[in-house]
């Protein structure tokens, strides 16, 4: 049971800052970004938000998309930083110790989800040229089980294309963010269960990415 409904004030205050200042008018204007779902995305409450993962400008587009926080990990270096740490924790941001990823992913997610933030994870685990999601990853699946909270699919379409291998500045890429109906998380850790509900993410990522522009 999750310890409060919504994530910290102040990271709600700047969550919508940079939403509205920086992040929404570049996916509206720059890329012509349309969002297909929002309705789908509960406005309070733990959850996990799963979707695939083809560039770097994917976290903020994602959060802006559904309408509040979400929360992902970082590297444990960047919270030694005097002025940036307390800036990326309080969007958020978790730290992961290296060498120890997915036990420390999973210890930090689990508290931030019982804070009420939203938690981003990219299914693949790494970026993938197209964007599709050959090999995905269990960590957000065992993160639901444990939390029992609900997995938010989410598809980045065209944001592969944003920096190809050459470029040096963010091209002007139509984008389209579509985002599906909220699924049960596996009723316990089991490996099968884990599995199955890991598929269904997928399937249903795919089958928003394959809905095209």
């Not at 941001?93 to 994870?121: C, F, H, M, T």
């Not at 939390?147 to 040096?168: D, F, N, Y």
């Amino acid at each position: 049971m999750a310890e409060r409904d919504r994530e910290p004030r102040a990271s709600l205050l700047l969550y919508w800052l940079f939403k509205w200042s920086v992040v929404n008018p570049l996916f509206r204007v720059y890329f012509r970004g349309r969002v297909v779902g929002a309705q789908h995305v509960p406005r309070q409450g733990p959850m996990i938000v799963v979707a695939n993962h083809a560039s770097d400008f994917d976290p903020p587009l994602l959060s802006n998309c559904v309408q509040r926080p979400v929360s992902y990990m970082a590297k444990e270096e960047l919270f030694k930083v005097p002025v940036l740490a307390p800036a990326i924790r309080l969007y958020g941001a978790y730290p992961v110790k290296r060498g120890s990823a997915d036990r420390s992913a999973i210890r930090e997610a689990l508290k931030q989800l019982n804070q009420g933030w939203a938690v981003g994870v990219f299914l693949q685990g790494t970026r993938t040229p197209d964007g599709r999601i050959p090999e995905p990853k269990l960590g957000a699946a065992l993160i639901a089980a444990k939390a029992q909270v609900p997995l938010l699919p989410v598809s980045l379409w065209g944001t592969h294309r944003i920096l190809t291998k050459g470029q040096k500045l963010p091209q002007a890429v139509p984008l389209t963010v579509r985002i599906g109906q909220p699924l049960p998380p596996p009723p316990t850790t089991d490996k099968t269960l884990l599995l199955e509900t890991t598929q269904r993410c997928a399937e249903a990522i795919h089958q928003l990415h394959d809905l095209g522009r």
